[in-house]
């Protein structure tokens, strides 16, 4: 399920939602709201830092504590999640003992971090309706909040018949930030793509499907996208990408992306590795280590959700193929020959070797 960014006016007392969202500092005297829980603390009659610091809060960064409204909110549970100190400037001083917390300003790390460790307290499939009133006073606070909240509501629940789902609706209270929503939309679904491809199991993202993956996105982008099968790469000369990816029998791609800006004043080359599964180093490595292998193309999922949006122009080439090991693997010794021209002697048994 899509997760719905929104924003509102409305105060956190009166936010229907079923959890609140909010900040806390790591004070020199204990935990103090952050800006944009002023409304909750009033309607606990300024309780809030007294309740958090009974409840054993400290503030420290992404630290959560939950605490029941008792009907004193719309919302029936106050999720109080820590920003620490290291993420607001002026830092502490000790000999500084007063301070107004609304004068603080946040790293957008440690917001992003603050509100993706608020929603993923909620769990998955519990708290549907979640509302933010953590710091969001400029379009800079208001797009990390926002993202990392995106970013914590994940869920990729492919395999799971009642696997958990995302939280339905994220609204983001105080205020209306159309570039800064619009932004964390975009970096959330390029991220979120990523980690759908890194946890889609090996079986089920060969390198035609990822190729093709890859044309979907182009498409719906606005991206020039080419797309190199086994022939072309023979046809090419690229016996790098050949070697490697004949240990298997689904063939490799080469995937070309492009993006030009019209003002565009320089060009930038992105490259990205695709291996849909890496079976490199079988031999060496213990079995615990071959099971993050599925993810070696994390970087071509990455280079793909980078090649739009910039004030450049951007080519991005993915490689993909699987490694596996069967009577087709490249042999020690063997010579490639690659797409430059040059030689190259295969010794290392990293790659996919059957002798």
Same mark, same amino acid.
């Given at each position: 399920?899509?997760?719905?960014?929104?924003?509102?006016?409305?105060?956190?007392?009166?936010?229907?939602?079923?959890?609140?969202?909010?900040?806390?500092?790591?004070?020199?005297?204990?935990?103090?709201?952050?800006?944009?829980?002023?409304?909750?603390?009033?309607?606990?009659?300024?309780?809030?830092?007294?309740?958090?610091?009974?409840?054993?809060?400290?503030?420290?960064?992404?630290?959560?504590?939950?605490?029941?409204?008792?009907?004193?909110?719309?919302?029936?549970?106050?999720?109080?999640?820590?920003?620490?100190?290291?993420?607001?400037?002026?830092?502490?001083?000790?000999?500084?003992?007063?301070?107004?917390?609304?004068?603080?300003?946040?790293?957008?790390?440690?917001?992003?971090?603050?509100?993706?460790?608020?929603?993923?307290?909620?769990?998955?499939?519990?708290?549907?309706?979640?509302?933010?009133?953590? #710091? @969001?006073?400029?379009? +800079? !606070? /208001? =797009?990390? %909040? $926002?993202?990392?909240?995106? *970013?914590?509501?994940?869920?990729?629940?492919?395999?799971?018949?009642?696997?958990?789902?995302?939280?339905?609706?994220?609204?983001?209270?105080?205020?209306?930030?159309?570039?800064?929503?619009?932004?964390?939309?975009?970096?959330?679904?390029?991220?979120?793509?990523?980690?759908?491809?890194?946890?889609?199991?090996?079986?089920?993202?060969? #390198? @035609?499907?990822?190729? +093709? !993956? /890859? =044309?979907? %996105? $182009?498409?719906?982008?606005? *991206?020039?996208?080419?797309?190199?099968?086994?022939?072309?790469?023979?046809?090419?000369?690229?016996?790098?990408?050949?070697?490697?990816?004949?240990?298997?029998?689904?063939?490799?791609?080469?995937?070309?992306?492009?993006?030009?800006?019209?003002?565009?004043?320089?060009?930038?080359?992105?490259?990205?590795?695709?291996?849909?599964?890496?079976?490199?180093?079988?031999?060496?490595?213990?079995?615990?280590?071959?099971?993050?292998?599925?993810?070696?193309?994390?970087?071509?999922?990455?280079?793909?959700?980078?090649?739009?949006?910039?004030?450049?122009?951007?080519?991005?080439?993915?490689?993909?193929?699987?490694?596996?090991?069967?009577?087709?693997?490249?042999?020690?010794?063997?010579?490639?020959?690659?797409?430059?021209?040059?030689?190259?002697?295969?010794?290392?048994?990293?790659?996919?070797?059957?002798?």
């Amino acid at each position: 399920m899509t997760t719905t960014l929104l924003t509102s006016q409305a105060s956190p007392r009166d936010a229907q939602a079923d959890a609140i969202i909010l900040g806390v500092i790591q004070g020199l005297d204990g935990p103090m709201p952050a800006p944009g829980a002023e409304d909750v603390d009033a309607a606990l009659d300024g309780t809030l830092a007294a309740t958090l610091a009974v409840l054993g809060a400290t503030g420290k960064a992404e630290e959560v504590t939950k605490i029941a409204t008792a009907g004193r909110l719309a919302a029936p549970l106050i999720v109080a999640v820590g920003i620490g100190t290291d993420g607001a400037s002026p830092a502490f001083e000790q000999e500084a003992l007063e301070f107004e917390p609304e004068t603080l300003e946040f790293e957008p790390e440690a917001l992003r971090r603050a509100a993706g460790a608020g929603v993923r307290a909620l769990g998955q499939g519990k708290s549907r309706r979640i509302a933010l009133a953590l #710091p @969001a006073r400029d379009d +800079a !606070e /208001a =797009e990390a %909040v $926002a993202l990392g909240a995106l *970013l914590g509501s994940y869920a990729f629940s492919r395999y799971r018949g009642n696997g958990g789902q995302a939280a339905a609706q994220i609204t983001l209270l105080g205020g209306d930030w159309p570039a800064a929503m619009n932004r964390s939309r975009i970096l959330a679904d390029a991220v979120t793509l990523v980690r759908d491809l890194v946890n889609t199991g090996p079986s089920h993202l060969v #390198p @035609a499907i990822f190729a +093709a !993956e /890859a =044309e979907r %996105v $182009a498409g719906a982008s606005g *991206l020039e996208v080419a797309v190199l099968d086994e022939k072309a790469l023979a046809e090419g000369g690229y016996g790098g990408i050949l070697g490697v990816g004949q240990g298997s029998v689904h063939p490799p791609r080469l995937v070309r992306l492009a993006y030009s800006h019209p003002d565009a004043a320089r060009t930038v080359v992105l490259a990205g590795k695709g291996i849909t599964f890496d079976s490199g180093g079988l031999s060496l490595k213990p079995a615990k280590g071959m099971e993050a292998m599925k993810s070696d193309m994390g970087g071509a999922g990455d280079r793909g959700t980078r090649a739009g949006g910039e004030r450049r122009r951007v080519h991005a080439a993915r490689r993909e193929h699987a490694q596996w090991h069967r009577a087709a693997s490249l042999r020690r010794d063997h010579d490639l020959r690659r797409h430059h021209g040059r030689g190259a002697e295969h010794r290392r048994r990293g790659a996919p070797c059957a002798g």
